[in-house]
């Protein structure tokens, strides 16, 4: 079984530029997370998709993040304007639904965006 | 999000157990207690979860204390790539749409040869 996708694996941009991260989740997951991982600090929640409405983005910074699921497979999480404090690693996660019953997330190899 | 309190690092020999501990004294009859681990470079990986009773699998054992209040995560014996950063996370019971993991610090397992 193929596992979650991502890319670029790596970026490095100025400040005030934008970006665009990818992510292709496991086959048949209906749920998507976006993660954040600042050096040195657990993942933190950024939204959460199911198939392709969001059921959490409480943590996302909106003026700033966007991120879209648009078939209920895959996903763009885009930041513009970048800022220094966004220097980090992006992470997609999936899981599926059995029995409406959550599986545990399975999660990708990130993206590590590095602002300048 | 009720809380869990690890010891930011531990260290190990290879082919010995580790027990790596947490505590959630905080934590609600309906909390599942969940553990990942995040080795280097790479995403979060599930490593074993339970409510009540103690749960083996192939990569580790948890051991839940009777108040609930703490619970253990048990690596039989430990090889060089189990060095990694484990999490204990509390989740509500897997209900469609409640799933949110939340991370602390963890614990970083360093393995000596």
């Known amino acids: 079984e193929a596992g979650v996708a991502q890319s670029p694996r790596y970026k490095i941009i100025e400040k005030r530029q934008s970006v665009a991260f990818w992510c292709n989740p496991i086959?048949?997951?209906?749920?998507l997370y976006w993660y954040q991982q600042i050096l040195g600090q657990g993942p933190k929640l950024l939204i959460q998709f199911q198939n392709n409405g969001v059921v959490d983005d409480s943590q996302l910074p909106k003026d700033r993040f966007s991120a879209e699921r648009l078939k209920g497979v895959d996903s763009t999480l885009k930041i513009q304007p970048a800022k220094l404090e966004d220097s980090a690693v992006y992470l997609c996660?999936?899981?599926?639904?059995?029995?409406?019953?959550?599986?545990?997330?399975?999660f990708g190899p990130g993206t590590r965006l590095t602002v300048l | 999000d009720a809380k869990t309190t690890q010891p930011n690092s531990m260290e190990s020999n290879e082919e010995e157990p580790v027990h790596l501990p947490c505590n959630h004294s905080?934590?609600?009859?309906?909390?599942?207690i969940h553990w990942y681990r995040q080795l280097p470079s790479q995403g979060p990986e599930y490593v074993i979860h339970g409510l009540t009773s103690n749960v083996n699998n192939r990569m580790a054992s948890l051991a839940i204390a009777e108040d609930r209040k703490s619970s253990t995560l048990i690596l039989h014996r430990a090889t060089l790539r189990d060095a990694a950063v484990y999490y204990c996370?509390?989740?509500?019971?897997?209900?469609?749409?409640?799933?949110?993991?939340?991370f602390g610090q963890g614990t970083r397992l360093t393995i000596n040869p």
């Open positions: 905080t934590i609600s009859g309906t909390d599942y």
């Open positions: 086959s048949g997951h209906a749920t």
């Open positions: 996370i509390l989740r509500a019971a897997p209900i469609q749409g409640a799933q949110k993991l939340v």
């Open positions: 996660a999936s899981s599926s639904l059995a029995g409406g019953v959550h599986t545990e997330q399975f």
